[in-house]
């Protein structure tokens, strides 16, 4: 299952709310026999990371989302959370 633009508005950041959206999609990906669930964020997105990481993801490799990003060395690392249990 690849978990695609999960964000949380500004004004309700703070409160553990995209913890609770990340462990729903765990949950919805495990409920439904999915082996794992993976995402890709920007280098700049540092919050997004230590989500990310601390909720169990780790990171599985990098690119460049284009020519200009690999000339800027801007990164897009990718992301993957083993369910174990699915097919």
């Not at 409160?15 to 609770?20: V, Y």
């Not at 540092?46 to 990003?69: D, H, K, M, N, W």
């Amino acid at each position: 299952l690849e978990l695609k633009r999960m964000s949380v508005s500004r004004e309700h950041r703070g409160r553990g709310l995209a913890r609770a959206l990340c462990r729903e999609v765990l949950g919805f990906a495990r409920a439904r026999g999915y082996g794992a669930v993976v995402l890709s964020t920007s280098m700049v997105q540092v919050a997004a990371q230590r989500l990310y990481e601390g909720q169990g993801f780790r990171r599985v490799g990098t690119s460049y989302p284009s020519l200009l990003g690999t000339l800027l060395n801007f990164q897009i690392f990718h992301y993957r959370y083993d369910l174990g249990d699915g097919g």
